[in-house]
């Protein structure tokens, strides 16, 4: 299995698009033109496919943020979902990132959201579940959500849960004052 960084032009990005469509709703990722210029213009945010075999099997989206990695979006083509792969690339990622990672989950209130905590968990992953985090719209016309943040490596929820917050709202959203920016170049 590879983690290969990938752009707008690499062979294997046709598919990583399809997957993150298929994968996620509207509300849980970028709109497809703010995610190419993401993907091809912010130094910040990379994007990976997932090859096993020579043949494309997921992806796995990343921000190097401000003392952490962000974790944004990670998805198996469905026909390889259940048989570890998911627990292998958040293996690889944990052993390569050499400082602290955050990601964004759901809260427990259904089987598959408590599910992929468990999922975490057993990857070492610690849920803060003593602060609600909104997560803000990808898009003007979206609502932010209420999610919970789980984190790998040595950050505290009592000290860190802001900071945090601010540098994922402001970097990976773009979000200024609760209003996305219009001014980011990678809008």
Not at 112 to 135: D, K, P, S
Request: glycine share 8%.
């Amino acid at each position: 299995m590879e983690l290969i960084p990938v752009k707008t032009t690499d062979p294997y990005y046709a598919e990583a698009e399809r997957l993150m469509t298929d994968a996620f709703p509207p509300e849980e990722r970028r709109p497809l033109e703010r995610q190419r210029q993401y993907t091809d213009h912010n130094p910040l945010f990379h994007p990976q496919v997932v090859v096993e075999n020579g043949t494309f099997a997921g992806l796995f989206n990343y921000w190097t943020l401000d003392g952490f990695l962000y974790g944004e979006h990670l998805a198996t083509c469905p026909h390889l979902r259940g048989g570890g792969l998911g627990r292998r690339i958040l293996d690889a990622f944990i052993r390569q990132a050499g400082q602290p990672i955050v990601l964004e989950v759901e809260p427990p209130t259904t089987d598959i959201a408590a599910r992929r905590i468990g999922f975490y968990r057993r990857c070492g992953f610690r849920l803060w579940e003593h602060r609600t985090y909104m997560q803000p719209p990808y898009a003007a016309d979206l609502s932010p959500l209420p999610l919970l943040l789980m984190v790998h490596g040595d950050l505290d929820e009592e000290k860190d849960f802001e900071r945090i917050c601010h540098e994922i709202h402001t970097k990976v959203y773009g979000w200024q004052g609760g209003k996305l920016e219009p001014e980011s170049p990678y809008k």
